[in-house]
């Protein structure tokens, strides 16, 4: 099974504020994934990346960036955080875009 | 209307019981993806399928491009079982996958 972690699991964000979520996978995957989930719905995709130092948009990428140092680490940045963007958002990496996506925990956003 | 239909959107099972779940996409898509969020809201990948059928203990995925349709069936329900269940696609056109609203299935004693 790949291991996918995400940090932190939760966090509470003043709007305005700086938001980074960090993705760390150990299975050498080329693909990485970052998806919202708001309740009751499935996952969107914000950004992805398929290999490091490149990020290339989702479907929703409006007031998200994203950053691959390197091929194991993936992050989600929100530079001024909005009430909109509470959700829960998941990590995922694969081996190419054509395989399985393994998830990771998720981390609960919480912006007031 | 929405590219990925989740049918139904909940459903309740007892113990034991047996029950399909169906994923309908509006385009021929190449690959289905089943995911369960379990209670603490982690996704736990189920089955990948570009083509057929597979099989795993209790759990039985099918995935027909032609007719744009799969299904996820469940056999002798456990409570473990409860959550909602996911399916995804991926697209002809796109590698991306496209999440349904998903199935939210309760396990009864």
């Known amino acids: ?112 | 209307g929405m590219p990925v239909e989740q049918n139904p959107p909940a459903l309740s099972l007892y113990e034991g019981a047996e029950s399909g779940l169906r994923c309908n996409f509006s385009t021929t898509m190449k690959g289905v993806q089943w995911f369960q969020q379990n209670h603490r809201g982690r996704l736990i990948t189920l089955f990948y399928l570009a083509q057929g059928t597979k099989e795993n203990g209790r759990l039985k995925s099918t995935f027909n491009s032609k007719e744009r349709y799969s299904t996820l069936h469940i056999k002798d329900a456990q409570l473990e079982d409860s959550g909602t269940y996911f399916c995804a696609v991926a697209s002809s056109g796109s590698w991306q996958l496209i999440f349904g609203s998903g199935t939210q299935l309760t396990v009864m004693p």
């Open chain 1, 1 to 112: 099974e790949a291991a996918v972690t995400q940090s932190p699991r939760s966090k509470v964000a003043v709007t305005g504020g700086k938001v980074t979520l960090s993705c760390h996978q150990t299975n050498n995957h080329d693909y990485m994934y970052w998806y919202r989930q708001d309740t009751g719905h499935g996952l969107r995709l914000i950004h992805y990346s398929y290999v490091a130092d490149s990020t290339e948009k989702g479907d929703i990428p409006d007031g998200y960036k994203a950053s691959r140092p390197s091929q194991e680490n993936f992050s989600l940045i929100l530079e001024l955080a909005s009430l909109s963007q509470t959700a829960v958002y998941f990590c995922a990496s694969s081996v190419d875009n054509q395989d399985t996506q393994y998830f990771g925990p998720g981390t609960r956003l919480l912006v007031l």
